[in-house]
């Protein structure tokens, strides 16, 4: 469900049934233990994400956020007042002058976490006009830029850098139920598309003017994915965008 590669190289692997480490040689796991504040508070890790001092921010499948500490080798539950709630399904960088932060997007909206205070607060999800947007996200990204795009069961939002409201992005055409409902995936790539993978409408991307289109094969239910939901999109220089699905394995598109 989630793989990342810390500041020493290790490579962690998250899954239905824990947390594991690989050095090139040995698998070292860690087993959940509900009851005590030092290890993991359940098996299922949604989430990864590498932070600077070698340790590690985890998303939970049913138990919220989660902290590794390298030095320690305990794990720690960051909290706060206001969420987020129990299911997190993405953790990701966030802008913050060089050092650690991560957007949260969790079943019950959007949080920023910083590492400069350990802070965690929620974002609200608001349009221009004040009305709430729907809170439950699957996907978010920051471009270098500060655009902050965030993808779940109303479609695909972006928030312009200094603005402090989210526009609904609606696309039309054959890649418009791409688009417009259930956003699991957000990707980048180096020709500037943004790919946008789907719940159960395969990928397609949008190109810098906002125009949407559509992948032959891989845009909507009858493509390579079927209607398996798009989790995660990635870049392999040389070898083309990676595209892993819930169900239908792992699609290269090069």
Known sequence: SAVAQ?????????????????????????ESAPDDPD???????RALLPLSDGGMLIGMGAA??????????????????DGPGSRIYA?????????????IAADDGLFLWRASDDSLRPVPLLDAGGQP???????????????LWVGGMGGLMRRRAGEPHFTQVRAEGPAADTVNLEVWAIHRDREGRL???????????????????AVTGLTGANGLAGRRTIRSIMEVPGKGLWIATDGAGLIILD
């Open 6 to 30: 810390d500041k020493a190289g290790l490579i962690w692997i998250g899954t239905f049934a824990g947390l594991a480490r690989y050095d090139g040689y040995r698998l070292h796991q860690w």
């Open 39 to 45: 290890r993991l508070p359940e098996i299922y890790v």
């Open 64 to 81: 919220g956020l989660v902290r590794y500490d390298p030095t320690t080798d305990r794990f720690r539950r960051i909290s706060a007042q």
């Open 91 to 103: 953790v990701m960088p966030a802008l913050d002058g060089g050092r650690d932060a991560a957007w």
């Open 133 to 147: 947007l729907n809170r439950k996200l699957f996907s978010v990204l920051e471009e270098p830029n500060g655009d």
């Open 195 to 213: 790919w946008i993978g789907s719940g159960d409408a395969g990928a397609a991307y949008l190109m810098p003017d906002g125009s949407a289109h």
